[in-house]
């Protein structure tokens, strides 16, 4: 019996070291095939404000994961799109100058994509009227620049989905991605359209979820917590009211940059993520708790 002991010991070391030994092989075969075979090869993605921002980087990581990206903006997205097709090959991209409140823009932009590229796999409702809006108290806000924020941020994603997901629910398959905001959950002042639109947001994920499931499309949302974009870092107020506080609100007592969102966007965007919907992803470094 007390021979039997150190054999069992061996015995188990030796399949340990085994599993080990597999697991690590998997693991190696895995990364070998990503490189191969990147998430997103053969899909086709808009990215509405996907220009300028945030947004840019969402174009970039979408084309570097092999995606085909119609880059979507009111801003010029030539520049982007040509560094983009110089990476990634003149097939991999597109760009298009639209504004996402007008219908009209809206269904050429899908006519567009859909010419070029055949198919629309992902969308991500990024654009917003965000960084250039100038915080003020609720009772200082005129009706027209209240009324451009809730056209651009709320009716935009709805005329985007209104018409992409036709082409979606023809193949059973998409994953809509609606931008929301860590201040719809913490309610920041002195942004109230802007945090009231990223509200509807979050209602209009959950809604729209249970509408498109049967079609096998997918609709998430995403909330960035503040991010030192190019263009927010343009807006001095947000700047001063924002950065400090926020830092210090978080679990990771750090600045937030575009590029801590691209691993939550493209598990939104891949098959990574089959079996989420109607979910908002925050992703702000521990200060709101979800
Ligand atoms: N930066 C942040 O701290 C932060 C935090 C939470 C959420 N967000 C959200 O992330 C997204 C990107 O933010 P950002 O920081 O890059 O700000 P941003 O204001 O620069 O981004 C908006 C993008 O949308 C485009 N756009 C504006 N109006 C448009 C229109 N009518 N039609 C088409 N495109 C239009 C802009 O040109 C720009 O490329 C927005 O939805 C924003 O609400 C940002």
């Known amino acids: 019996m007390a021979g039997l002991v150190p054999a069992i010991h061996v015995f188990m070391v030796a399949i340990l070291q085994d599993v080990d030994a597999r697991d690590k092989r998997g693991h190696d075969d895995c990364k070998a095939e990503r490189q191969i075979m990147p998430r997103l090869a053969g899909k ?15 174009s970039q990581a979408l084309a570097a994961e092999g995606a085909r990206v119609m880059i979507a903006d009111i801003a010029d997205g030539r520049e982007l799109a040509e560094e983009i097709a110089g990476r990634h090959g003149a097939n991999s991209v597109a760009s298009l ?20 590229f055949g198919q629309i796999d992902v969308l991500v409702n990024n654009a917003a009227y965000y960084a250039t809006l100038k915080p003020r108290n609720f009772n200082e806000w005129d009706t027209d620049t209240w ?58 994920t959950r809604s729209l979820s249970r509408e498109l499931g049967e079609y096998g499309i997918a609709v998430n949302s995403l909330s960035p917590g503040y991010i030192l974009s ?14 400090v506080p926020v830092r210090n609100s978080r679990a990771f007592k750090r600045d ?13 965007a891949s098959s990574d993520s089959d079996f989420v919907t109607g979910q908002s992803l925050v992703v702000d470094g521990g200060s709101v708790n979800n």
Request: glycine share 10%; charged share 25%.
């Open 97 to 116: 100058k639209f504004d996402v409140s007008d219908e009209k823009a809206v269904k050429n932009l899908v006519a567009q994509t859909i010419d070029r």
């Open 230 to 243: 190019d263009t927010g870092l343009e807006n001095a107020t947000h700047v001063e009211e924002e950065r």
């Open 147 to 204: 009324d451009r924020v809730m056209a651009i941020n709320v009716r935009g994603p709805y005329l985007m989905v209104r018409h992409v997901a036709p082409h979606m629910m023809a193949r059973r398959s998409g994953k809509i991605i609606n931008i929301a905001s860590g201040a719809a959950y913490k309610g920041v002042p002195r942004m109230l359209p802007y945090v009231t639109s990223k509200g509807a947001m979050l209602a209009f």
């Open 256 to 268: 937030a940059y575009p590029e801590d969102l691209l691993g939550a966007l493209l598990f939104l």
């Open 44 to 58: 086709t993605a808009i990215v509405t404000g996907g220009a300028k921002g945030i947004g840019r980087h969402y």
